[in-house]
């Protein structure tokens, strides 16, 4: 009995001590320095997707991503930047264009989403037609109506730049690449991660309580939203018809990718993060508002063939909701602003990085 117990009073203080070491060696991984620059999940946020095994974030990679982000050198007529289409103050969304407006203001055809945990996402673009955070901005480069460039032509224009050879040199240890540049621009996006808004801090217990009326609003999504902008992130990553058309001439959505019919007018359940910010809505920009979004959930569903199940019903299509309902689902979705990200030093203009 009495070695027995001894044996287990062992055990149990190996157990505390083992327990200890893997909680400070856990946190030692997650957070080796507290630097700014170091990619965290948080906490009520599922795995991230990228593969950042190739391509570690470190401060030099990230500030020289900066300075590409928000550089027009990457356009043919050196006019638009990343940043032109995606604004900080809007979630790296497009607040000014309904569709959005490259070089010699040509208009391209789709609304700029916002650029906000994108480490956690698959598939990338309203059609999901980029498979790879990585290969993104070969799409905005080279597209005809947003940058017109070449790669090739912008390696060319890195490589004359004393500025731009001294920042891959700092970064990668060799002078600009196709590779290096694409790995610096996806390093500054992995560490725009969004998680910081009253939302966040309430269902991470951090002190914040939300109203009565928001709570509803959060109980009525979870109800009527949630099966597709799910979790967290608020969408499952799924490409989905929520009945904006009958039918889709102009765009037809992930179709597009997968020349399946069943894909026809199917468009990638976005993030609702910052919402509030990202007006206009949709893949076309054709709601300036969260009460016509929402109207069209309750009373502007149109059917076609490839709708949505869950926006169909005996009676009708789309979503039943009251007026008051409508209301504090939107009060809800206010919660999910993130002032502390629109603000973030880290992500704003890098005054004096590429003028040199
Ligand atoms: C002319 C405006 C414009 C410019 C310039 C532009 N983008 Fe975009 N961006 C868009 C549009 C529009 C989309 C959606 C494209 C689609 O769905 O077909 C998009 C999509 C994206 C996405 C995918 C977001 C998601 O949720 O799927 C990322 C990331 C992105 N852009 C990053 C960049 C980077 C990096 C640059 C600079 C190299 C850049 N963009 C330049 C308009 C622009
Ligand atoms: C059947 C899946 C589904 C359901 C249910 C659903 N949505 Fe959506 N939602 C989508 C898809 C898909 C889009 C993008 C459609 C497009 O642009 O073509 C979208 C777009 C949005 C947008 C625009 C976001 C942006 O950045 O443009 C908002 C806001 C939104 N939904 C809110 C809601 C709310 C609130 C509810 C519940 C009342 C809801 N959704 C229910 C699939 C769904």
Not at 43 to 48: G, T, V
Not at 223 to 234: G, N, Q, V
Not at 273 to 301: I, W
Request: proline letters at 4%; a negative charge; hydrophobic letters at 40%.
């Amino acid at each position: 009995m009495r070695t027995g117990y001894t044996f287990m009073r062992a055990f149990f203080l190996l157990f505390v001590i083992v327990g200890v070491l893997c909680i400070a060696c856990a946190e030692e991984a997650v957070d080796s320095n507290g630097s700014p620059y170091t990619f965290r999940k948080p906490a009520n946020f599922p795995e991230a997707a990228y593969t950042f095994e190739n391509n570690p974030v470190t401060q030099k990679g990230f500030e020289l991503g900066r300075a590409l982000f928000y550089d027009p050198i990457l356009s043919a007529d050196s006019t638009i930047a990343c940043a032109n289409c995606h604004q900080q103050a809007a979630a790296f969304a497009d607040p000014v264009h309904t569709l959005s407006r490259g070089v010699m203001d040509r208009s391209g055809t789709r609304n700029a989403p916002a650029i906000q945990n994108m480490a956690f996402q698959r598939l990338f673009f309203w059609d999901g037609g980029v498979k790879h955070l990585d290969f993104v901005p070969i799409n905005a480069i080279t597209s005809d109506v947003e940058m017109a460039e070449k790669i090739a032509h912008v390696v060319e224009k890195l490589q004359r730049n004393p500025s731009y050879v001294t920042k891959f040199n700092e970064a990668y240890q060799e002078p600009p690449s196709s590779q290096k540049m694409l790995y610096a621009l996806s390093q500054f996006m992995n560490l725009m991660v969004s998680a910081n808004s009253r939302y966040d801090h309430y269902v991470r217990k951090e002190g914040e309580s939300l109203t009565t009326a928001e709570l509803n609003g959060l109980q009525l999504f979870t109800s009527k939203c949630s099966s597709c902008h799910a979790t967290d992130l608020f969408t499952d990553g799924s490409f989905r018809n929520n009945g904006l058309d009958a039918t889709f001439e102009k765009d037809n959505g992930r179709e597009r990718i997968t020349e399946l019919a069943e894909d026809k007018g199917k468009f990638k359940v976005p993030s609702l993060r910052n919402v509030e910010l990202t007006d206009p809505y949709m893949h076309d920009g054709r709601f300036k508002t969260l009460e016509q979004v929402l109207d069209h959930y309750a009373t502007g569903v149109v059917n076609s063939e490839t709708l949505d199940l869950i926006l169909k019903r005996d009676e009708g299509f789309g979503i039943p909701l009251t007026i008051e309902e409508k209301a504090n689902i939107i009060l809800f979705l206010k919660t999910l602003t993130d002032r502390e990200f629109i603000l973030d030093k880290r992500f704003s203009f890098p005054a004096n990085s590429f003028t040199k």
